[in-house]
C-alpha cells in the first residue's frame, strides 16, 4: 500500500470511504477484469474502472468504430471513425488514467480462443451485444470458475446480473437455456436505443464490478436487475438456480457439453 503522492490525491476520494479505504484501492489497483465488448456498455465500463484505479483492464472486440455508435458508445470520438475500437477504448483510458495497464485484443471472442483470454483475469465484465457471445462467455466463466457481471440493453430497457463461481446463484443456462435462433430477437442496430440507456446500465454494471472486487455490499447473484426508462423504474427479480441446469448443476460437473 505504497501509494504515490499523485495515488493518493488522484483516489482520495475512494480511500476516505470506509468500506474502501487504503486497503480497498490497493486492491483495485491490483485487480485484473477482462471487459468483452468496448461498445454501448463497455465504454462506462471502462471508463469508471480506470477511473477507479482497477490495475489492469482487459478488453475484446473486433469491431471498427462508427459513426452510427456515437450516439451511445461514449469512449469513442468523431475522428477516430474507422479506429479499431479496442484502440480507441484505449486511448480515452489512458487520457483519464495513465495508471491503468491495458491488455487490448482486436479479435471476437470464439471457442478456440477464449480460455486463453480469460486465463489471469479476476472477474470478466459481459458488455457484448448478442446471444451468440453472452453464451459463449456464461460457459466459459462457469466453466473457469470466473465471477461474471453481465449486462443487456435494447431500447428503453437494460437488465443486469452477477454470476459468481462455486454454483452460488444462477448462471445465464438457468435462466435461458439456450440462446434465440439467430435473427429471432431484435439487435439495437433493429430496433434501436436511447443512448443513456446504455450509460445508466453501463455504470450500474461498473459499480456491481467494483463491489465484487471490494466483496462489499449486496450483490445480484441470485438477483436481475430490471430498468425501464419510460417508467422511470427499477426492480429486482430473485432469480433461483436450476438443480438440472446442464452447465452448472451438480449433475453437469462431468458434463462437457458446454466446454470451449
Not at 477464449?114 to 451485444?129: E, H, K, M, T
Not at 430473485?238 to 462431468?254: G, I, Q, V, W
Request: proline fraction near 5%; charge should be negative.
Amino acid at each position: 500500500m505504497d501509494f504515490t503522492e499523485e495515488q493518493v490525491r488522484r483516489y482520495a476520494r475512494h480511500i476516505l470511504l470506509p468500506q474502501v479505504g487504503a486497503k480497498g484501492q490497493d486492491a483495485l489497483l491490483s485487480s485484473r477484469v477482462l471487459v468483452v465488448g468496448a461498445g454501448g456498455l463497455g465504454s462506462p465500463v471502462l471508463m469508471y474502472l480506470a477511473a477507479a484505479g482497477v490495475g489492469t483492464l482487459g478488453i475484446v472486440d473486433d469491431d471498427r468504430v462508427d459513426l452510427s455508435n456515437l450516439q451511445r458508445q461514449i469512449a469513442h470520438t468523431t475522428d477516430r471513425v474507422g479506429e479499431h475500437k479496442v484502440d480507441s477504448a484505449c486511448r480515452t483510458i489512458l487520457d483519464l488514467n495513465p495508471d491503468v495497464r491495458i491488455e487490448a485484443v482486436a479479435e471476437r471472442l470464439r471457442p478456440d480462443n477464449i480460455q486463453d483470454l480469460f486465463s489471469g483475469y479476476d472477474l470478466i465484465a459481459d458488455c457484448s451485444d448478442n446471444f451468440e457471445t453472452r453464451f459463449l462467455v456464461n460457459d466459459t466463466a462457469v466453466r473457469s470458475g470466473k465471477t461474471l457481471v453481465s449486462a443487456a440493453v435494447l431500447q428503453f430497457q437494460g437488465q443486469l446480473w452477477t454470476v459468481r463461481p462455486g454454483g452460488e446463484g444462477p448462471c445465464c443456462r438457468c435462466l435461458f437455456r439456450e440462446p434465440p435462433p439467430a435473427g429471432d430477437g431484435p439487435s439495437c442496430a433493429e430496433a434501436g436505443i436511447l443512448g443513456s440507456v446504455a450509460g445508466v446500465l453501463g455504470t450500474l454494471q461498473a459499480t456491481e464490478i467494483l463491489k465484487e472486487l471490494l466483496g462489499i455490499g449486496e450483490g445480484l447473484c441470485g438477483r436481475v436487475l430490471v430498468y425501464d426508462a419510460l417508467s422511470a423504474r427499477m426492480r429486482t427479480i430473485t432469480a433461483h438456480r436450476d438443480p438440472e441446469c446442464p452447465l452448472c448443476s451438480e449433475p453437469a460437473s462431468a458434463n462437457s457439453r458446454f466446454v470451449p
